[in-house]
């Protein structure tokens, strides 16, 4: 049974930090891409960063240079470090990766970032 745990969400102050987890398991096949998006209250579901196997990243525009995007391809877990949080990055953080067949998400966690 394929699985995304996400952990490291929370309450956070403007201008800090933290570091999303997101391990995957269950998945017979090699994964390719892993990444990030996330909803905020009232809005579509965006894209907000991914990494492929090779290490090739994308981030969305409004996090980039705040956020950075790693994975660990022996461990299938995939890291989200946010730096220089603003309260527009507020939202419910969602996982994903895919094995070129098929696309899986984790429950996702909750970020909000308020003084």
């Known amino acids: 049974q394929a699985q995304l745990v996400e952990s490291g969400g929370g309450l956070v102050q403007p201008g800090g930090s933290l570091r999303l987890s997101c391990a995957a398991s269950?998945?017979?096949?090699?994964?390719?891409?892993m990444g990030w998006y996330r909803q905020a209250p009232g809005k579509q579901r965006e894209l907000v960063a991914y990494i492929i196997s090779g290490g090739t990243t994308n981030y969305a525009d409004s996090v980039k240079g705040r956020f950075a995007i790693s994975r660990d391809n022996a461990k299938n877990t995939v890291y989200l470090q946010m730096s220089s949080l603003k309260p527009e990055d507020t939202a419910v953080y969602y996982c994903?990766?895919?094995?070129?067949?098929?696309?899986?998400w984790g429950q996702g966690t909750q970020v909000t970032v308020s003084s």
């Open positions: 994903t990766a895919d094995d070129r067949l098929r696309n899986y």
């Open positions: 269950g998945i017979s096949r090699s994964i390719n891409r």
